[in-house]
């Protein structure tokens, strides 16, 4: 049998690729390779596609935000209409399940992701107009002017899809085009989505390059495109490694790159709360953990609690809870031996394995569920080897031998995405949380009371940020419309500019009549 | 006579600092050395300046925005009180004219940025509170939780005092507090600055290091100071290879930067425009190159224009009007050498001086009126060696053979803070504006049309940013307020917080009844 490589989609067309190797998905519940021979592409793709970008930039400024927006509704529509086709496939390259998650959750969120993206380009308040009458001077956050590279992760082949997922709909709600790298993990499921895309901007003024995708780099290739000069802003959403070795070209080149690349989501339980309902908390920890087989970037990797009578009962009902057989398949060998690495270094440094603590025997990828203890003054030590994020239904719990330990804990605390506190209802953590909020307040981007951090609503108040190495810089968020759009935007300043000459937000007449502007220094309809 | 040596401000107590050497600032107008002996900071200033300013990050949280706005308009009242000796002090040592500048335009402005800084406070809308009740998640534009480090530049010894100017008047409206490093240049205007400030804080709730000074650094630790953990974010505006050494050590961090670069400015006079009053254009051109002695950072420092019979009469007219006598003092010794660098460079390139080119003897630094040209193809040969931002008044034409290779000089130009395009009235120019500006538009902030760069208006729509290498990222102003505010801050999201722990901008309840807030997606001040 010939193998066929399969095309990349370049400038419109899906085009033979110019690639240096090749690759096959594997099923991650056997390990066996699944049947596509996906292409390696060399830099000439990519230096294609960067041109075709270039112009594409130039094209779209000229389209209207609200046939952008059909671009995007028609898009959702067509994934709904071929849903059956995403969901088997995705399941296939991902082994996540259909029912609950890649059917019932995930694709109506990516789909409800573009709706709302085209819902904040046809709205146009998101670019923050300002105009000054009597100077004359008008600006607003647009385009800018070179593709968005987008490299998704391996845990969500609809949500982060880098052909459909959220920074897909954002780059392009903002009016920039889209180069997709799909993960390796997923391509076919990547692949339909880009075929869907494109048939989707047939009959539209979109150029046909608005989106583009291609497989599979080598590393080398990566640092290049992100700090190339037709770059416009890179989104990845990936591993701490990969994700400061993309961050360092393009820091180098002055190009924006907008990272998720590590979190392990500290949670901290007051002893109010754990006396109250630890074991109702214990569940909803474990819970949490095996989300997505423990392959959330939320996952709570890091759980706080005292060293007291309670803490003991929670932990060792969290252990009875973790004694669960795994909940799934992890997304690949990279993230069983990534998984395996970080229990070893957390041995390694003192702590405890609980349970669970290997692989499990058999085909395919899994591994037990763990749980592993520290004292905090272990913890303390060596604060940097405990927050390495590792996939997987993995978690530690640091207990610390009194509440100024559990304040040293915290301030240990690298970025992180979330952070929750846990606290009694009665009032008798009040204090303790008074002190220990301020210093979770900048460690991550989202602060949780009596809720675990899994499960992210897709709604304009959502962050999905923080600080670094959380993200590149805390000023930002990859989830939740409109504001998820800013990152793939320049502002932009019109100064005397004549009026004819003026993008339309910008004329004195409300284009939409209802886009809200900053007037003379009063928001406004008008 | 013994030379007692400056304290610096820590922690709200003019302290002797622990210095590693000293300096003296220079008199540009005699090149003599001022009486002030101030010290070079040791590391062990800088981390007791971010020890306070880490404990004053959780006190100023505290303070309600109607405080810090008091404290902002106290002191641009404070600032108005001691006038005429500021202005005395910045004029000897900078050698910048006390009338226009100093006093009639720098310091009211100055005044008006802390007025403005204040209202933004009290206002509450630029923090972009959003609130989903449904979901009763809530986020909000916060403090960053360390200090924010200002390295103001040399020249504008007020309007961006690290002290006084615009960066520390949003960097304390966003709820942070500051560490100043005085610019060498001007020690005793900031000083005076800080001294004024430090009293302003007596009697308000605001910590007492939400205001700390020091003098200066050794090289190597700046870049170390920028990277600490207690730093909350930079901002840095002064010279390229500075501000690249700063980016490099702070994204290696993972630490934010606010950076303003480096600028040329390209003026791109269209043949139409040339042929209808190419005259007033060059007058405009001469009076906009030397204002402050061409020390702008908006100075136009390349003229695109085609070489045709008008483009040669424009040049002739340049010329001339370039012949005056130098319109003042360069800031001091390493301006005027980095001057005559950057025309060495240009005229090794292939430009050829028409006037000026050369330092002019006598005391103090001063260098003449310099008028270059090169024809567009030699530019795009090496088109970065004439990109150089270069203080003084200092102006290349680039003589462009056709509109084509107009167009190809546009498109070699490194991003800028301004651009600007002159066109006739007639529409003559249209077509070729059309061409140009799509180019044009992300290769800076703040696009002009018939009008130099040079005369910031500090209104809410002012972009003073683009992309690199003018600043570090293309989303952000550092001129204007509110929007210069969101340099310095974090998205913050509040997921299920109950509701006392909430800041009061995230409450149900409108704080001041007039706040913008965005509740269940649409745009409220209920």
């Known amino acids: 049998m010939v193998r066929i490589m399969q095309p990349v989609l370049i400038d419109g067309v899906w085009r033979e690729a110019r690639s240096v190797g090749t690759f096959q998905a594997v099923d991650p519940s056997t390990g066996a390779l699944l049947p596509g021979l996906f292409p390696i592409s060399s830099f000439e793709d ?40 995403l969901i088997d496939t995705a399941h296939r390259e991902t082994a996540l399940p259909k029912v609950p998650r890649l059917g019932t959750t995930e694709l109506p969120r990516t789909i409800d992701q573009l709706r709302q993206a085209a819902k904040a380009s046809r709205d146009r308040s998101w ?39 959220g920074d897909m709909a954002a780059a392009i709600a903002a009016g920039n085009p889209v180069l997709a790298k799909s993960h390796p993990y997923h391509p076919t499921t990547t692949k339909l989505f880009a075929e869907i895309a494109r048939g989707c901007l047939e009959g539209l003024r979109l150029p046909p390059a608005t989106l583009q995708m291609i497989y599979h780099l080598k590393p080398e290739d990566g640092l290049r495109l992100v700090a190339h000069p037709l770059t416009g802003a890179t989104a990845f959403t990936g591993g701490r490694s990969s994700g400061m070795r993309l961050k360092e070209a393009a820091d180098r080149a002055g190009k924006p790159i907008s990272l998720e690349m590590s979190s392990v989501n500290p949670v901290f339980i007051l002893p109010g709360g754990l006396r109250e309902r630890g074991g109702a908390i214990a569940a909803e920890l474990s819970a949490s953990c095996a989300a997505g087989a423990g392959q959330f970037c939320t996952k709570p990797g890091l759980v706080v609690i005292l060293d007291d009578a309670d803490g003991r009962d929670f932990l060792a009902a969290s252990k009875r809870n973790f004694e669960a057989p795994p909940s799934g398949f992890l997304l690949g060998r990279s993230v069983l031996e990534s998984l395996q690495a970080s229990v070893s270094e957390m041995v390694r440094e003192g702590a405890e394995v609980l349970t669970g603590g290997k692989p499990v025997d058999g085909p395919g990828f899994q591994y037990e569920n763990t749980l592993l203890k520290i004292a905090g003054r272990a913890f303390l030590n060596h604060p940097g080897s405990f927050q390495h994020e590792a996939f997987g239904t993995v978690s530690l719990v640091v207990l610390a031998g009194t509440e100024e330990e559990m304040l040293r804990v915290a301030k240990a605390l690298e970025g992180s995405l979330s952070v929750c506190v846990y606290s009694d209802k009665a009032g008798a953590d009040d204090g303790l949380y008074l002190r220990l909020a ?89």
Request: net charge neutral; glycine share 10%; hydrophobic share 40%.
């Open 46 to 85: 990519v230096e294609a596609a960067l041109e075709a970008g270039g112009r594409a930039c130039k094209d779209l400024v000229q389209v209207s935000p609200d046939e952008i927006a059909s671009f995007l509704e028609r898009f959702a529509e067509s994934i709904q209409g071929r849903a059956e086709e």
């Open 438 to 526: 301020p210093i979770l307040r900048t460690k991550a981007g989202r602060l949780l009371n009596d809720k675990m951090p899994t499960g992210l609503a897709v709604v304009p108040s959502m962050v999905h940020g923080g600080p670094f190495p959380a993200t590149g810089h805390p000023g930002f968020t990859s989830v939740g419309f409109p504001t998820s759009l800013l990152r793939f935007t320049a502002l932009q300043c019109y100064d005397n500019v004549r009026p004819d000459r003026l993008p339309p937000e910008l004329r004195d007449e409300n284009p939409t009549g209802k886009m809200w502007r900053l007037i003379d220094g009063e928001w406004t309809q008008k």
């Open 127 to 165: 670019r923050r107009a300002a105009i000054d009458t009597k100077s004359n001077i008008r600006s607003i956050h647009g385009p800018l002017g070179g593709p968005i590279i987008i490299f998704g992760p391996n845990n969500f082949p609809f949500a982060f899809n880098s052909a459909a997922g």
